[in-house]
């Protein structure tokens, strides 16, 4: 469940050959056993059999001596098989050379691509005719920057050609680290990862191009990440048992009352956005809080009565104003005194000297705090120190989406998303808060370095008030006791898991709505 970088990766690989001893060409050959059983799933599926033809495009490295292996592997399973080297074989060292000599001594069909001497492009030279799949060995963790000549143009030709790609270790042209992809890069049906999953293939724009990834052992020892000091996990039912040692569905205490659940008050919306605050309050509730106020102003709080039966309504002092602008920061600590955790941000809206504000409610609050929305730009644009959060003893978790996050970190949103996993992790270690990084993949990473990737959610959730129900639910949460980590890691998970139900369950023409989002919790 580790997603691993590129370096990672290769430190990984030489402490098991190096220091275990675990020959690299044991390791090769499984590895192209694997995308060999792996093409054979796919054949099938593709309800050819055995007369799928696959051609092997291998690049000089050892990606291209796992596909020689691969190719070895199919063909003895009774596929037609033929390599295409995108380079000159006689290039290839190592434990690549070795299953060059091997190919050739078994009489494997191989050329040799060149772009033809008029420059006609790849794709009408006929490299591809008569071939049902390719094996893309081109390029995997040993590459870097945007494929030179002539691995791009041969990228290109196999893209053109439209066959179905089974990808090894990383579709060509992907960065394995942050999942951006060059301009030439594959598109897979299917990617094998051997031994770890590389980061790319679980952020956008790469997740989108690797397809199915199915994570292959190939002999590395399974505690190699972990002793590695790979601290990355994707987000799953597994990883939350394993590393957060949370089961899914939570479990319920059998002995409960209202406060086994914990109280939480939300501090959200107001008289132009109240619905902000009262789908955060939902939320918090059908995510199993026991109790759940909802603060307003005082002045607009009649307005808000009978919303929600469930919820109860907290009036805080406003000097009549009926805006959060006059509610006094220490006014709002005084009713969340006692409370179990505090939601503030969504619908809140914003005035001059909100962040000083924000900043002193935080100081003055010992519950955990989830800071989401408004509150997030409070921070951002604080004054003198944007972006930088007041030391609290108890958890502060972020919830930003990819603009958020952007006006946090000072940067633009495309520099927010060039890493993601990274910007995230480093984020929470130097401010001590957790952050819940939204967006396809959501990152959640918390200030001792861990991050999880989450795998649960979709595209009808891009709608508003999505955010606001997250925000409710991983306050509740935190109101039920489960530290900021856990609260972020599993309040994301199930809040993308509900989407997906609620997804399920709708025509495809009928968007989400937040509401069937806090239903299907
Ligand atoms: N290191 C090991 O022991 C093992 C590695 N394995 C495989 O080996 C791969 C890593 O192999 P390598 O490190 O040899 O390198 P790759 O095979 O990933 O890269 C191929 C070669 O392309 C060249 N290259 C780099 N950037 C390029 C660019 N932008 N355009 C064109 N050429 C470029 C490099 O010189 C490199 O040798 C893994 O992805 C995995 O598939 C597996 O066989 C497991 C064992
Ligand atoms: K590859």
């Given at each position: 469940?580790?997603?691993?970088t590129?370096?990672?990766?290769?430190?990984?690989?030489?402490?098991?050959?190096?220091?275990?001893?675990?020959?690299?060409?044991?390791?090769?050959?499984?590895?192209?056993?694997?995308?060999?059983?792996?093409?054979?799933?796919?054949?099938?599926?593709?309800?050819?059999?055995?007369?799928?033809?696959?051609?092997?495009?291998?690049?000089?490295?050892?990606?291209?001596?796992?596909?020689?292996?691969?190719?070895?592997?199919?063909?003895?399973?009774?596929?037609?098989v033929?390599?295409?080297?995108?380079?000159?074989?006689?290039?290839?060292q190592g434990?690549a050379?070795?299953?060059?000599?091997?190919?050739?001594?078994?009489?494997?069909?191989?050329?040799?691509y060149?772009?033809?001497?008029?420059?006609?492009?790849?794709?009408?030279?006929?490299?591809?005719?008569?071939?049902?799949?390719?094996?893309?060995?081109?390029?995997?963790?040993?590459?870097?920057?945007?494929?030179?000549?002539?691995?791009?143009?041969?990228?290109?030709?196999?893209?053109?050609?439209?066959?179905p790609?089974?990808?090894?270790?990383?579709?060509?042209?992907?960065?394995?680290d942050?999942?951006?992809?060059?301009?030439?890069?594959?598109?897979?049906?299917?990617?094998?990862?051997?031994?770890?999953?590389?980061?790319?293939?679980?952020?956008?724009?790469?997740?989108?191009?690797?397809?199915?990834?199915?994570?292959?052992?190939?002999?590395?020892?399974?505690?190699?990440?972990?002793?590695?000091?790979?601290?990355?996990?994707?987000?799953?039912?597994?990883?939350?048992?394993?590393?957060?040692?949370?089961?899914?569905?939570?479990?319920?205490?059998?002995?409960?009352?209202?406060?086994?659940?914990?109280?939480?008050?939300?501090?959200?919306?107001?008289?132009?956005?109240?619905?902000?605050?009262?789908?955060?309050?939902?939320?918090?509730?059908?995510?199993?809080s026991?109790?759940?106020?909802?603060?307003?102003?005082?002045?607009?709080?009649?307005?808000?009565?009978?919303?929600?039966?469930?919820?109860?309504?907290?009036?805080?002092?406003?000097?009549?104003?009926?805006?959060?602008?006059?509610?006094?920061?220490?006014?709002?600590?005084?009713?969340?005194?006692?409370?179990?955790?505090?939601?503030?941000?969504?619908?809140?809206?914003?005035?001059?000297?909100?962040?000083?504000?924000?900043?002193?409610?935080?100081?003055?609050?010992?519950?955990?705090?989830?800071?989401?929305?408004?509150?997030?730009?409070?921070?951002?644009?604080?004054?003198?120190?944007?972006?930088?959060?007041?030391r609290?003893?108890?958890?502060?978790?972020?919830?930003?989406?990819?603009?958020?996050?952007?006006?946090?970190?000072?940067?633009?949103?495309?520099?927010?998303?060039?890493?993601?996993?990274?910007?995230?992790?480093?984020?929470?270690?130097?401010?001590?808060?957790?952050?819940?990084?939204?967006?396809?993949?959501?990152?959640?990473?918390?200030?001792?370095?861990?991050?999880?990737?989450?795998?649960?959610?979709?595209?009808?959730?891009?709608?508003?008030?999505?955010?606001?129900?997250?925000?409710?639910?991983?306050?509740?949460?935190?109101?039920?006791?489960?530290?900021?980590?856990?609260?972020?890691?599993?309040?994301?998970?199930?809040?993308?898991?509900?989407?997906?139900?609620?997804?399920?369950?709708?025509?495809?023409?009928?968007?989400?709505?937040?509401?069937?989002i806090?239903?299907?919790?």
């Amino acid at each position: 469940m580790e997603l691993v970088t590129s370096g990672e990766m290769r430190a990984i690989d030489a402490s098991a050959i190096e220091e275990i001893g675990i020959p690299q060409e044991a390791l090769m050959e499984n590895a192209g056993r694997a995308v060999a059983e792996e093409a054979r799933r796919f054949a099938e599926t593709a309800g050819k059999g055995a007369d799928f033809g696959w051609l092997i495009l291998a690049g000089k490295g050892n990606n291209g001596g796992d596909g020689l292996v691969c190719a070895r592997h199919l063909r003895d399973m009774g596929f037609r098989v033929a390599v295409l080297y995108a380079e000159p074989p006689e290039r290839m060292q190592g434990a690549a050379a070795l299953q060059r000599d091997i190919a050739s001594r078994l009489g494997i069909p191989a050329r040799v691509y060149a772009l033809s001497d008029t420059g006609a492009d790849a794709a009408n030279a006929g490299w591809f005719a008569g071939f049902d799949g390719l094996i893309d060995a081109l390029l995997g963790t040993g590459s870097a920057g945007e494929p030179r000549a002539p691995y791009a143009s041969l990228i290109e030709a196999a893209v053109q050609s439209g066959l179905p790609v089974v990808a090894v270790d990383i579709p060509s042209g992907l960065n394995a680290d942050t999942g951006a992809v060059a301009k030439a890069s594959i598109r897979a049906k299917v990617t094998v990862a051997l031994a770890y999953a590389k980061r790319g293939l679980h952020q956008h724009p790469g997740a989108g191009r690797a397809g199915e990834v199915v994570v292959r052992p190939i002999g590395i020892p399974a505690d190699a990440a972990e002793r590695a000091g790979v601290h990355t996990y994707l987000l799953n039912a597994e990883s939350l048992k394993a590393k957060l040692g949370l089961s899914v569905p939570l479990p319920r205490k059998e002995d409960s009352h209202k406060g086994t659940y914990g109280h939480v008050l939300v501090a959200a919306g107001s008289a132009l956005m109240s619905g902000a605050g009262l789908l955060s309050a939902r939320a918090a509730l059908r995510a199993g809080s026991g109790l759940v106020s909802w603060a307003q102003p005082a002045a607009a709080a009649p307005g808000l009565r009978g919303f929600a039966p469930e919820i109860m309504l907290r009036a805080v002092p406003d000097e009549g104003a009926g805006e959060w602008r006059l509610v006094k920061p220490e006014r709002l600590a005084e009713a969340a005194a006692g409370v179990d955790a505090l939601v503030v941000g969504p619908g809140m809206g914003r005035w001059d000297g909100d962040g000083a504000w924000l900043r002193n409610l935080l100081e003055r609050v010992a519950a955990p705090v989830l800071v989401d929305a408004d509150a997030l730009n409070m921070i951002a644009d604080a004054g003198a120190q944007p972006g930088v959060w007041p030391r609290r003893e108890a958890p502060t978790v972020i919830t930003p989406h990819p603009g958020e996050m952007a006006r946090l970190a000072g940067m633009t949103v495309s520099e927010a998303q060039r890493d993601r996993i990274g910007l995230a992790r480093e984020y929470a270690a130097r401010h001590g808060v957790t952050v819940v990084l939204k967006g396809a993949r959501t990152v959640v990473a918390s200030p001792d370095g861990r991050a999880f990737v989450n795998t649960t959610g979709n595209s009808g959730m891009a709608t508003g008030g999505s955010g606001d129900a997250l925000a409710g639910i991983v306050g509740s949460l935190l109101g039920q006791g489960l530290n900021a980590l856990e609260a972020a890691a599993y309040g994301a998970y199930w809040h993308g898991l509900a989407g997906d139900r609620a997804a399920a369950s709708r025509p495809q023409a009928a968007s989400l709505i937040a509401g069937d989002i806090i239903e299907a919790l």
